[in-house]
């Protein structure tokens, strides 16, 4: 029976079509989604924290009511995408769980800080630019729920790209001190967005299963290199500069090369020592407790509808 159910799976991916929830899945694949979905969801939230820090200190109005809206449609796509995760059988209230006693990941990019405004800009363009890079493929991902979640993410975070790269040009036409502060925000972003998309393919346990599976359609690498080649003329047309000596085209294999990345230092922001893990866990269990009392009242809300139906 289960090697025909197989069979059927492995039909299913090979006519690269979508596997849905009411569909049999390998134990694997089904846990496999989960920890990606929900490591991505709550990157999402927590994701929400380091920007969120310029909400009240953003230059003009129309900064801060573009910055509003960005936060906000990232809350959006944590909710999309915890809704993605439970089609696969888990609940909502089990990864948040998860997520606050460190059993679960979230993207080690959300682990630094944002000292100055200019990283609003930085995370716009870098931050979001790899998330587009690492997530326009996930739009063809084999598990239904998640890759129709991607397309309108996708879609927002095109706009949160623009609105960085136009912040960025704003600070790099201004004054020298603009124009230092968009550098210094651009060179301490530059490395961390890189590890967004994860270890090197040789270190990568999960990448070749995945890729089989058609969760994942590229390696690591590739979508890391398919980003580095983007960013260079985008640098080049803000008038700023990567910070990378050994950035340069390589005319055979049609790619730019660039410089080693410090595994250590990605390793040790997984392992929990990055520069704000302990600040951005601590905010996110104060507000899931603060939250307490809309969830009772959502909650005593819908039992009231509910019994006035039954009525
Ligand atoms: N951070 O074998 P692999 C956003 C873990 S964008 C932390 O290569 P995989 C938008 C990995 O989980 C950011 N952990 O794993 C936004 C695994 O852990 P485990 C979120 C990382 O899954 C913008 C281990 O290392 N995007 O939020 C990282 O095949 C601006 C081995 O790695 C997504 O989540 C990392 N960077 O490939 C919001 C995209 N990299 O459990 C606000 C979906 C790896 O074995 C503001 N996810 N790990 O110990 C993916 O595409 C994949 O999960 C990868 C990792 C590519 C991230």
Not at 236 to 250: F, H, I, K, Q, V
Not at 283 to 311: M, T
């Amino acid at each position: 029976h289960t090697a025909r159910l197989t069979e059927a799976f492995e039909r299913t991916l090979a006519a690269d079509e979508r596997v849905e929830p009411r569909d049999w899945m390998p134990d694997a694949y089904r846990a496999t989604l989960i920890r990606q979905i929900a490591q991505h969801a709550h990157s999402e939230i927590i994701g929400m924290q380091p920007e969120a820090n310029w909400i009240t200190r953003a230059p003009s109005l129309r900064r801060k009511a573009i910055l509003i809206a960005k936060v906000q449609d990232e809350a959006g796509h944590g909710l999309y995408l915890y809704g993605a995760a439970e089609t696969l059988g888990v609940a909502r209230a089990d990864l948040l769980d998860a997520l606050h006693e460190g059993r679960q990941r979230y993207s080690s990019i959300f682990n630094y800080p944002t000292l100055t405004w200019a990283d609003v800009g930085a995370i716009g363009w870098l931050v979001d630019g790899a998330a587009i890079t690492n997530q326009v493929p996930l739009c063809r991902c084999s598990y239904g729920p998640y890759a129709r979640a991607m397309v309108r993410v996708c879609k927002e975070e095109s706009f949160h790209q623009r609105q960085g790269y136009e912040l960025l040009l704003a600070l790099a036409r201004g004054t020298d001190a603009q124009r230092a502060m968009a550098q210094d925000a651009i060179d301490r972003w530059w490395w961390p967005s890189l590890m967004m998309f994860g270890p090197p393919d040789a270190e990568s346990p999960h990448t070749r299963q995945s890729m089989a599976w058609k969760i994942k359609r590229h390696s690591n690498d590739e979508l890391r290199q398919r980003f580095v080649d983007i960013c260079v003329p985008q640098a080049e047309s803000l008038g700023l500069t990567l910070p990378d000596p050994a950035l340069r085209w390589n005319e055979e294999r049609g790619h730019y090369d660039h410089g080693p990345i410090d595994w250590a230092e990605f390793k040790a922001v997984l392992r929990g020592a990055g520069p704000c893990n302990e600040q951005r866990l601590e905010q996110r269990r104060r507000a899931h407790a603060e939250g307490a009392w809309v969830r009772e009242a959502a909650a005593a809300h819908a039992d009231k509808q509910r019994e006035r139906r039954a009525e």
